[in-house]
């Protein structure tokens, strides 16, 4: 049994922990490393994880014998198994990519459950530690791949912050038209890089949709054109 380790306060700022043992594993939460990208939004724990990571309790095994125990068991007849069909080699890549990678998986999960520290942390990583209002904010999910087949000249409205950065934190579930802007840029949304280079977070509306561009970040969204040969 190794000893326990204590998570640095590295990880609370970073949200990257690496096991102090030979596994090369690091753990990982995603809310941490995106809170780390934004000024002025704040994603929240609670919205971002659907469930907890509490273990479950183990229940003490019962050794009462009943009735139906002591009874013999007929022997049921078991259908022979069908052959799985065999594996194209697209799949055969798949599976061997898997087989691969799957004892690296298993030796970080072990690091994971030898750290005691480490799963405390994780029982707690759906609590909310920011101040930060909860009002939920609905959007429409949409498609990009359709829309640049139905929509190719669709614009994107780049919205660039009128504040100051870090003088308001905003919840990730806030109403986004409550921030006050004082520029907004109209770019191609395919095939053209939409690029936020302040150092503050910048709002992209897209069909009613609104996403946020982090500070000093940029994306591209490539209209692709299959064609088909005879």
């Known amino acids: 049994m190794m000893e326990s380790q204590k998570p640095s306060s590295s990880f609370n700022e970073s949200g990257i922990y690496f096991f102090n043992d030979d596994s090369n594993a690091v753990f990982v939460d995603p809310v941490r490393v995106l809170n780390r ?3 002025r939004f704040n994603v929240s724990p609670s919205t971002y ?6 273990s479950p309790r183990s229940e003490p095994l019962s050794t009462t014998v009943t009735a139906s125990d002591q009874q013999p068991k007929r022997k049921r007849k078991r259908n ?3 052959e799985p069909p065999p594996l194209n080699a697209r799949e055969q ?3 061997r990519r898997h087989q691969e990678v799957r004892p690296l998986l298993l030796k970080a999960h072990e690091s994971l459950l030898q750290c005691t520290e480490m ?26 791949i359709e829309l640049a087949q139905e929509m190719p000249l669709l614009e994107v409205t780049l919205n660039m912050p009128q ?4 003088q308001r934190l905003i919840d990730i579930n ?21 690029a936020n ?22 994306f591209y969204m490539l209209m692709l054109i299959l064609v088909s040969t005879l």
């Open 37 to 39: 990208s934004y000024n």
């Open 49 to 54: 994880y659907l469930r907890s990571f509490e």
């Open 80 to 82: 022979k198994k069908k």
């Open 93 to 95: 890549i798949a599976n």
């Open 119 to 144: 799963l405390d942390v994780l029982r707690t990583l759906r609590n909310d530690s920011c101040g930060c209002s909860k009002r939920e904010h609905e959007s429409v999910e949409h498609s990009f």
């Open 163 to 166: 504040h100051e950065p870090h």
């Open 174 to 194: 806030d109403d986004f038209p409550s921030v006050q802007f004082c520029e907004q840029i109209v770019l191609p949304a395919f095939n053209n890089l939409v």
């Open 197 to 218: 280079d302040t150092e503050d977070d910048a709002v992209a509306e897209i069909l009613n949709s609104q996403y946020i561009v982090p500070r000093q970040s940029c």
